[in-house]
């Protein structure tokens, strides 16, 4: 069975710039989590959805980040303008309920130079 | 407040050493707690979960304890080898369903 599948694995990109990050869950998998982790921390939670609903965005900074889950399976990740601080690996992961053990994907590492 | 701390921050073992890993959290209300392992530059991978009535609970070479009482987890590994080295992150969860990821305690095992 495969697993979480997220792309890019690695993004580059110059300050103020746009970047998206995509994420296929498990099958089958109805909760969806985007989480960013900074180095030699854990994951913070930024959004997690209840098929394409989003029930928890409140550690969402929603003036430059956006997520999407329309039709309740594939999810992106947006960030608008890009910052400095933005650098940090991007995980995805999903589950199949929300007190089920969560399966993360490998991440997108983000550098914003 | 919701906080998880771990310690040690970093160790290094000599490989076939075992360790114990530490983990305090004031978390409430508490639902379970999980331990996962995250080699670098992966996502990190469920090795255990336990409920407030488990006190133990083993994957292989991996036994995890649980004192909901002081509320305090530990992470033993038996007999160690190279793959074990990896960060190992403490989450505990609430009945609303939110995780709580600690800093974890990055481990290396050395030959």
């Known amino acids: 069975e495969a697993g979480v599948v997220q792309s890019p694995r690695y993004k580059i990109i110059e300050k103020k710039q746009p970047v998206a990050f995509w994420c296929n869950p498990i099958?089958?998998?109805?909760?969806l989590y985007w989480y960013r982790q900074n180095l030699g921390q854990g994951p913070e939670l930024l959004i997690r959805?209840?098929?394409?609903?989003?029930?928890?965005d409140s550690q969402l900074p929603k003036d430059r980040f956006s997520a999407e889950r329309l039709k309740g399976v594939d999810s992106t990740l947006k960030i608008q303008p890009a910052e400095l601080g933005d650098s940090a690996v991007y995980l995805c992961?999903?589950?199949?309920?929300?007190?089920?053990?969560?399966?993360f994907g490998p991440g997108t590492r983000l550098l914003v130079l | 407040k919701n906080q998880v701390e771990q310690s040690p921050q970093s160790l290094i073992i000599l490989e076939g050493k075992n360790c114990t890993l530490q983990?305090?959290?004031?978390?409430?209300?508490?639902?379970?707690l999980r331990w996962y392992k995250q080699d670098t530059g992966r996502g990190p991978v469920s090795l255990t979960i336990?409920?407030?009535?488990?006190n133990t609970k083993s994957n292989g070479r991996y036994t995890a304890t649980l004192d909901a009482d002081t509320k305090q987890s530990s992470l033993h590994i038996t007999a160690s080898q190279l793959s074990d080295s990896a960060s190992y992150i403490c989450?505990?969860?609430?009945?609303?369903?939110?995780?709580?990821f600690g800093t974890g305690t990055r481990l290396t095992v050395i030959p």
């Open positions: 992961a999903s589950s199949s309920s929300t007190v089920a053990t969560q399966y």
């Open positions: 099958s089958g998998h109805n909760t």
């Open positions: 959805y209840e098929n394409e609903e989003a029930v928890d």
């Open positions: 983990c305090n959290y004031t978390v409430s209300p508490f639902s379970n």
């Open positions: 336990m409920t407030f009535s488990e």
């Open positions: 989450v505990p969860q609430t009945g609303a369903n939110n995780l709580f």
